[in-house]
């Protein structure tokens, strides 16, 4: 019945070499110097030794100047991370600025409510404390999280792309929390949480803000490179029918990420409460945007397939160095602004010159 | 689809699952692996097949060729599992299926290679071969849902020189792969993973005649491995080479169901065209 003889097959193995492209195995070398994520880090640690040698006194690369640094870019960081596995898999969440407000407003609400009696809150005293933070923790998640899963059903029941669905949202999360709060901030939010956490440092040295970004950074890292998960997370950015046929559930694995997008969101909300101690329903109108540039700066595509949570983690940090070096010149830091968009418009052109040259 | 647990190994690795590697004298030699029988499908009125039969037994190459709007392309999607027919009955290994997806289709040991590659460029060719199969490391790390990717490299290294495709790295992206290279790593991931048999619609409609080459011996070799092979081809020298039978079809039947080294590429475009008399009709 079968008329295949295995001379045949091996003589085809071996015919084609020629005419076939050298693809071969990569040295250890030629791996990084074809990571963004590694000419990101450079030009990160090349900023760093600049602002180091012409800083008075040296003053950038102190300790306490470098985690503020971190401290700065906390919570873009756990935005932008969240924002690499949806960019990996081919979607894109404008609406995490928003989502970010509706959650620093609930919960801050929840614990104004909860602390003590209205007199009491008034008389910044809070008798109720530690039952009020476990409360707006949960209603943190809670906001973002549900925040997160209407835009996963919106995407993926309706087949409306995902730009679409969060612009949307996102200007309905914001209207949410400003009819919440007639257009102000929410008043009367303890102090405390200021103190135990928003600026507290742990072992006297790293604010734990950052602590609890590189926590989730370095986790959602791990995530991506090592487990299936993050696997097929990039297989549905790079060909979501070639995920479909393969049998990845591709609509409830793009839930999963959205809803960890906003669970995210919930955490840096609750870290804008305690850092301030204030809501900004006027602020975080750039945080998607933001989020979206650290992400692409660190090498993962625009169009999906090609995610480092890495490269995320220093793109992050580029922004912020930037502006927090030219405060320490005693230079507007409005120039880090259009430093950014160069660093943006060069990363990606640059990225995209290198891929083509590749394939 | 789940996120852990282990996983069971391409079928035709050694070790794999019972039954896999075992294909060749299965349970049912005499009949055939896979059997289609009056088969019917109306798109509105349309009739597409008029109560078609085709047979494919283990370890065969069947050639289904007809002209455009003969019906090929949606007898094939009928037994891969994305069209339901609306008549007939078809049957794996002699007993009826039916079968609801092309998912339910992968369960019962049926595969399909598309014309279009459905592979991730952006994969490394072990990421795709296992995809939607991924491999997990043992015990604690493994039900965290971490990767075995080293074992996943060396297996799908395996599949492939059993299959006679050599790559010099399967840790690239698809991407880099010529078309040729991306076709056959689809032809033995199907043949990895099919314990009954593999459907390619076109799957050289895209490709050079050294890259087709290549993607009929992994398609040679699939049905050497003892799976039952139905290729639908425009490209009649070519399938005919590695054919042993061809079924010609004409509106929605088979008209002709030829040794393949009886016959030749004149008389099957003739049968396909209806200017030369079905043999024996």
């Known amino acids: ?359 | 689809m789940s996120g852990v647990g282990p996983t069971v190994g391409p079928g035709i690795l050694p070790g794999a699952v019972p039954g896999a590697s075992a294909m060749p004298d299965a349970p049912s030699a005499s009949g055939a692996a896979i059997r289609a029988t009056g088969i019917v499908k109306h798109f509105g009125h349309i009739q597409a097949l008029r109560g078609v039969s085709i047979a494919v037994h283990a370890g065969e190459i069947v050639a289904l060729v007809g002209d455009n709007g003969a019906g090929k392309s949606t007898l094939a999607k009928v037994i891969c599992g994305s069209l339901q027919a609306d008549d007939g009955q078809i049957s794996f290994w002699d007993r009826p299926v039916a079968i609801q997806s092309i998912t339910h289709a992968h369960e019962l040991g049926l595969y399909t290679v598309y014309q279009d590659l459905a592979q991730a460029p952006d994969l490394t060719v072990a990421e795709n071969f296992y995809l939607g199969r991924e491999l997990y490391r043992a015990g604690a790390l493994g039900r965290l849902g971490i990767l075995d990717r080293r074992r996943m490299q060396g297996e799908t290294r395996t599949a492939l020189d059993h299959l006679g495709i050599r790559l010099k790295t399967i840790s690239a992206p698809v991407r880099e792969l010529s078309g040729g290279q991306r076709q056959a790593l689809a032809v033995a991931r199907a043949t990895a993973w099919a314990t009954t048999g593999l459907i390619l619609d076109e799957p050289t409609a895209a490709l050079g005649t050294r890259q087709t080459g290549m993607v009929y011996e992994a398609i040679e070799a699939a049905a050497g491995r003892g799976l039952a092979v139905l290729v639908i081809s425009h490209d009649i020298p070519r399938v005919l080479g590695a054919a042993h039978r061809v079924a010609v079809m004409r509106h929605g039947l088979v008209i002709a169901d030829l040794a393949a080294a009886e016959t030749n590429v004149d008389e099957v475009i003739g049968l396909m065209l209806g200017s030369s008399r079905v043999p024996g009709a």
Not at chain 1, 207 to 233: D, E, K, N, Q, S
């Open chain 1, 1 to 359: 019945m079968s008329g295949v003889s295995e001379p045949v097959v091996n003589e085809v193995a071996e015919a084609p070499a020629e005419f076939e492209p050298e693809v071969r195995s990569l040295t250890a070398f030629e791996r990084l110097t074809r990571s963004t994520a590694f000419w990101i880090g450079t030009a990160l640690l090349g900023m760093v030794i600049v602002f180091g040698l012409i800083s008075p006194d040296n003053a950038f690369v102190r300790p306490s100047n470098l985690l503020t640094i971190g401290l700065n870019a906390a919570q873009i960081m756990i935005l932008a991370v969240g924002m690499t596995y949806l960019i990996g898999a081919g979607q894109l969440d404008l609406s995490v600025g928003s989502n970010l407000i509706l959650c620093s407003v609930f919960s801050a609400q929840a614990v104004v409510a909860l602390a003590g009696s209205p007199e009491q809150v008034v008389s910044g005293e809070y008798p109720n404390l530690p039952f009020a933070v476990v409360v707006a923790v949960l209603v943190a998640l809670l906001t973002g999280g549900l925040f997160g899963l209407v835009n996963a059903i919106l995407v993926t029941r309706l087949h409306i792309t995902s730009f679409i669905v969060t612009l949307a949202t996102g200007g309905i999360g914001l209207g949410i929390a400003l009819v919440r709060t007639g257009g102000g901030n929410v008043s009367y939010i303890p102090r405390e949480l200021q103190l135990a956490f928003g600026s507290a440092k742990l072992f006297d040295l790293v604010p734990v803000p950052l602590v609890v970004a590189g926590i989730i950074a370095g986790f959602l890292w791990a995530v991506m490179r090592l487990t299936g998960f993050g696997l097929r997370t990039v297989a549905i950015g790079s060909s979501r029918e070639a995920a479909v046929r393969a049998g990845v559930a591709v609509d409830r694995h793009l839930v999963k990420l959205f809803v960890m997008m906003g669970l995210l969101v919930g955490i840096a909300g609750l870290l804008d409460v305690a850092r301030f101690a204030t809501t900004n329903v006027a602020g975080h109108q750039t945080d998607a945007l933001a989020a979206i540039a650290a992400v692409v700066i660190g090498g993962s595509s625009l169009f999906g397939g090609v995610a480092s949570v890495g490269g995320t983690i220093l793109g992050t940090l580029i922004p912020v160095s930037l502006a927090t070096g030219l405060v320490i010149m005693r230079v507007e830091s409005f120039y880090q602004l259009i430093a950014v968009g160069i660093i943006l418009i060069l990363a990606v052109y640059w990225d995209q010159r290198r891929r083509s040259g590749m394939s």
